[in-house]
């Protein structure tokens, strides 16, 4: 479960990282794509 947690962390920050900088995607789109990440990330594992 952990395992699960940190790469559900560690990829959103590096992915909303990059758009926030390209694409200057909003707070709340930043905060949907970390929550989609999580459960994309808890429903494979």
Do not use: H, K, Q
């Amino acid at each position: 479960m952990l395992y699960v947690r940190l790469y559900g962390f560690c990829i959103p920050a590096l992915d909303t990282t990059y758009y926030d900088n390209n694409l200057y995607i909003s707070n709340n789109e930043t905060i949907l794509r970390n929550i989609l990440w999580v459960w994309i990330l808890l429903l494979v594992e």
